[in-house]
Each structure stands twice: as C-alpha cells, then as structure tokens.
C-alpha cells in the first residue's frame, strides 16, 4: 500500500434538481475539494470545515468495508474543501466521491468511475446528506462539463462541454439548510417540465431560470435576492441544489463591477470560478457525449 493516496475533485452547480423527479442535471466547475488518506494506528478523522461531524466520512468506509470485504485497519483521512457544508454547494458529492476513490487507490483495487460514484452515493444518502444520491452532481464533479442523469436508474443520460466565455460567481449564506428541512411537495411541476424542455433544447441558462423558479419560492429564504442579482447584470442567477446558496454567471466584462455590488447589497460570501471542461476521460468513456 502506499504511504499516502491525494485526490482531488471538483465542484458542480445545478442545472436541474433531481429531488421531486429523479432527473438531474449539474455543470462541473474549477473549484476543487481535497481527500488525503494515510496509515494511522487508529481512525482519525480531519475534516475542513467541518463536514456533518464525520458522518459521511464513517459511511463511506462502512460502505467500502461491506461491499468489497476490505479490512481497513487504522487511517488517518484529511477533508479540505473551500465550500461549507449543508448549502447545496456540492461538498458532500466531492468529498465522498474523492474519498471512495481515494480508499480505491489506497487499497489496490480497480473500480470503474460507475462503482466509485455508486457507493459515494449510498453513503451519501446513508448519512442524510443526499436526498437522492446526486448522480449528476458526483459526475459532474469528477469529470466537469455538463452531465445529465436519472438518479433513480442511476443512469447518464448524457455529457457534452459546459459553456465557454462565462465568470461564475457563488454566493454563499451564513446559515446551512439540512436535507431533513427539504419539503417539494408543493412544487410546480409545469416549471419543472420547462427546465427540463429547455436543457434538453441545450438552453442550459433558460433551464437554470425555470428550474430556480419551481425551487427558490419553496426552498430559498429569501427569493427576493435573485431578482435583485439579476438586476445587477448577471447572465442568470441559479439555486444551487436545494439551497440556499446561488450562482450567477457573469460575463468577464462585468464579473468585477457585478461581485463588488454584490458586497455592498449582501451578505453572502463570494466565491468566484468558471465553468470546467469535459475532462478528456469524461469523453472517452461515454459514447454520448457531444464535445
């Protein structure tokens, strides 16, 4: 075994929520988490920031320990990521994606991308940080560009590159909004069905827009603030995941001019990257993908 394992994964954004139909989709970004995996003479776990209080890291090995009868013995297991938990930023489907890789490496064993993300999902949900495992997130996390998925068949639907030329900015609220405080039973379903119309169109921006609307009214505390971002001149402003964090996609032109109202008229922190590339993996394994 070797002396120490590192991966590193993306973040993502949402395009569609999966929660009230399964059907997902995420757009990968340049914003990375971190997973180091040591020897230990017993398990400790670092977490930055604090993540859930090591529920998912416990969930991941008790699924890795059940599903390939590995004995792990004693590990030291290093969390770091620039995005806090509980806000719709994707931390979980990084970090549990990046460590079932990571314990993959650690150990020798050869898993697909598909077993990887499969048991990172389970855990996921095991430690109720997922509602429905995030598919499209953990895909879009791993090989960037745009994914789209049914996570209830646990299927891609389909890769193709995110768009070029854009400033993504996230913008991240104080307090977290745990997936046990998630409630869609009343969302508009004919919104819904428009997001998905339209990303299937390819008008990922026009889908961000329905998708936001069907969830920000029931789910963002408060809906008011997307208005008022887009007024700034943001190309679109999205509800990443179930909330309460946001996206606005910017043209560079206006990114500085847009992020230094933002810190005037909110109180989020901000976050800025862009949209990442399908990795060259990504378009080599999925058949479907459009480059």
Same mark, same amino acid.
């Given at each position: 075994?070797?002396?120490?394992? +590192?991966?590193?994964?993306?973040? #993502?954004? *949402? &395009? ?16 990375? !988490?971190? +997973? *180091? ?14 993540? !859930? ?24 297991? *290093? ?6 938990? !509980? ?6 489907? =990084?970090?549990?994606? =990046?460590? &079932? ?27 109720? +940080? ?9 895909? =879009? ?5 745009? &994914? ?17 030329? /854009? ?12 997936? *046990? ?17 339209? /990303? ?13 609307? #069907? ?8 809906? #008011? ?8 001149? =943001?190309?679109? +402003? ?8 946001? /996206? ?37 394994? /999925? ?5």
């Amino acid at each position: 075994m070797p002396d120490s394992v +590192v991966v590193e994964i993306g973040g #993502a954004v *949402t &395009v569609l929520n999966a929660i009230a139909t399964g059907i997902g989709a995420a757009i990968g970004i340049n914003t990375f !988490s971190k +997973v *180091t995996i040591e020897p230990s003479e017993q398990d400790i776990f670092e977490i930055n920031p604090p993540m !859930s209080d090591g529920r998912l890291i416990e969930a991941c090995l008790h699924e890795f320990k059940s599903q390939y009868g590995v004995e792990l013995g004693g590990l030291k297991i *290093t969390t770091t990521s620039p995005f806090p938990p !509980s806000r719709g930023l994707k931390t979980s489907s =990084a970090i549990s994606t =990046a460590l &079932v890789k990571g314990l993959a490496t650690y150990f020798q064993m050869d898993l697909s991308i598909s077993q990887i993300i499969e048991l990172a999902a389970n855990a996921s949900i095991n430690a109720m +940080v997922s509602i429905t495992g995030a598919y499209d997130d953990a895909y =879009a996390c791993y090989f960037g560009g745009v &994914v789209y998925t049914d996570n209830k068949k646990k299927e891609v639907l389909g890769m193709f590159n995110a768009p070029t030329g /854009f400033d993504v900015l996230l913008l991240v609220p104080k307090d977290d909004l745990p997936k *046990t405080r998630v409630n869609v039973d009343n969302i508009d379903r004919s919104l819904l069905a428009e997001a998905r119309n339209a /990303f299937e169109e390819r008008k990922l921006f026009e889908a961000i827009y329905y998708n936001t609307m #069907a969830y920000a009214p029931l789910l963002h505390p408060n809906f #008011a603030h997307i208005e008022k971002i887009e007024e700034l001149g =943001a190309e679109i +402003v999205g509800l990443n995941g179930a909330g309460p964090s946001l /996206f606005a996609v910017c043209k560079p032109s206006r990114t500085k001019q847009i992020r230094k109202s933002l810190e005037v008229v909110t109180h989020y922190e901000i976050i800025e990257t862009k949209f990442r590339k399908l990795t060259q993996e990504g378009l080599e394994v /999925f058949y479907n993908v459009d480059d």
